[in-house]
């Protein structure tokens, strides 16, 4: 463990990150400030706060950075219908960059030379701490004690017991759980076994479908420049805005995500998440930029959508193809302006109409009825020229055929004579 003065710790008040502290405190003897970055989590601050006093801090804050985050993160997700590997809308992996850029803004109020995370080595937290820390403060120090202490969750839990550590757990029950206003990413304890259906404890932003509303829900959502503005015809804030489809999606059973997920160090983990917001919104994104998108448009966004995911979900927050992602994205949002009607029901999401003032679809083009001004005959020369490259296939293939078979045909047999 590298020697230091004071360490900044992004604490979550959990498991692993209160156990850091008195760990920490050992390996180094160094000033420990815990620092808790309030992204929209239903964390009860107040006790975390206390808990880490009590393990040992010398100081204990939290930041509320919930406008920021959803301004400033997840409104480009949204943008870029990111879903790492077509499923996880990214939950933890947007909440990370914010966080380490509070906490080098934190280090330098309080001259630290290190900042400390509670992310395992098996883990992608780990990538996602420690590539924006190298790319905003490479001067600092990195400590993951998680990675370095050789103790399983239960092990953990033990070791905070006997440092008298009050953790509000219980041994049986040691889901890890991540939570911000994207939604919520449980792991650990039964979930590990990819057989085993996740319990009903195991959840809280959604309801089971089975017990979800009778009546099916109807949402609609206003976007302007591919940015969520209203909903339901009135106008909210993105932080606002987010929290309240979450709220109604969840109710209704929608978001809840069960995947076997290809971890950035090599292995497959089984992840279990709920994100009602995330799914609707990127959800009803998509299907206004199918309206308004040209095909090229469309078919190399999704291109970029998919490496735009992955960058993120390995923490390259900060690299420059990513940013360069960003800048193309951000020109494909022009026209993404218009309404989207959403069908909630019992854990199924349905796109039930959009529309914008820059729609692509033209009816009088596409309809079958009167009105109808696509010019049929039109279509004679563009089949002509369609067809050009497999007719010529056709008649080469056909040719090198009639030429094999006429070979065959005259090929003469002489006797041998027998000896």
């Known amino acids: 463990m590298k020697s230091c ?11 692993d990150t209160t156990t850091a502290i008195p760990w920490l405190k050992e390996q180094t003897g160094a000033e420990i400030v815990a620092l808790a970055i309030d992204v929209g989590q239903a964390d ?59 906490l ?50 239960e092990d953990a839990f033990a070791y905070a017991q006997g440092k008298g550590l009050n953790l509000a757990l219980k041994p049986g029950t040691l889901y890890s759980i991540d939570e911000n206003l994207w939604g919520r990413a449980i792991e650990c304890g039964p979930l590990e076994d990819p057989w085993t259906e996740p319990p009903a404890d195991a959840f809280a932003l959604t309801a089971e479908a089975a017990q979800a509303p009778d009546a099916a829900v109807e949402l609609t959502i206003d976007f302007e420049q591919g940015v969520p503005t209203a909903l339901n015809g009135t106008p909210m804030p993105p932080l606002d805005l987010i929290a309240e489809v979450s709220v109604c999606a969840g109710a209704h059973g929608v978001g ?12 497959k983990s089984r992840e279990v998440y709920e994100c ?9 994104h998509k299907a206004l930029e199918s309206l308004v998108l040209t ?18 979900y390995e923490g390259k927050w900060h690299a ?23 069908k909630l029901y019992k854990g199924t999401l349905q796109v039930v109409g959009r529309r914008s003032p820059y729609a692509l679809y033209d009816t009088n083009l ?23 490259e497999l007719a010529t296939l056709a008649r080469v293939h056909a040719g090198q055929s009639a030429l094999t078979q006429e070979t065959h045909d005259d090929r003469t047999v002489v006797a041998q004579p027998v000896s």
């Open 104 to 153: 080098v803004q934190a280090a330098a109020q309080i001259g630290a030379d290190a900042v400390a995370h509670g992310c395992t080595g098996k883990g992608n937290d780990q990538l996602r701490f420690e590539l924006s820390l190298a790319a905003l403060a490479p001067h600092l120090t990195v400590l993951a004690p998680a990675r370095h202490w050789g103790m399983t969750r």
């Open 366 to 388: 596409t309809t079958y009825g009167d009105g109808d001004t696509f010019d049929h005959t039109a279509a004679d020369g563009y089949l002509k020229l369609a067809a050009m």
């Open 44 to 102: 009860n601050f107040e006790e975390a706060l206390k808990r880490a006093l009590h393990a040992g801090v010398v100081q204990a804050e939290v930041l509320d950075a919930k406008e920021e985050y959803a301004q400033d993160f997840l409104l480009p997700a949204i943008q870029a219908n990111a879903l790492y590997e077509g499923v996880y809308p990214l939950l933890s992996a947007l909440s990370r960059p914010l966080i380490v850029e509070k």
């Open 256 to 267: 809840r995500i069960d995947h076997m997920e290809n971890r950035t160090v090599g292995i």
């Open 276 to 284: 009602p917001a995330g799914v609707a919104l990127i959800q009803a």
């Open 5 to 15: 003065k004071k360490i900044v710790l992004a604490y979550s008040g959990g498991l």
């Open 295 to 312: 095909k090229d448009e469309a078919r190399f966004k999704a291109q970029v959508e998919t490496r735009w995911a992955e960058l993120v």
């Open 320 to 342: 420059p193809l990513k940013q360069s992602l960003d800048a193309f994205i951000s020109a494909t949002q022009a026209t993404v302006t218009g309404s989207v009607r959403l």
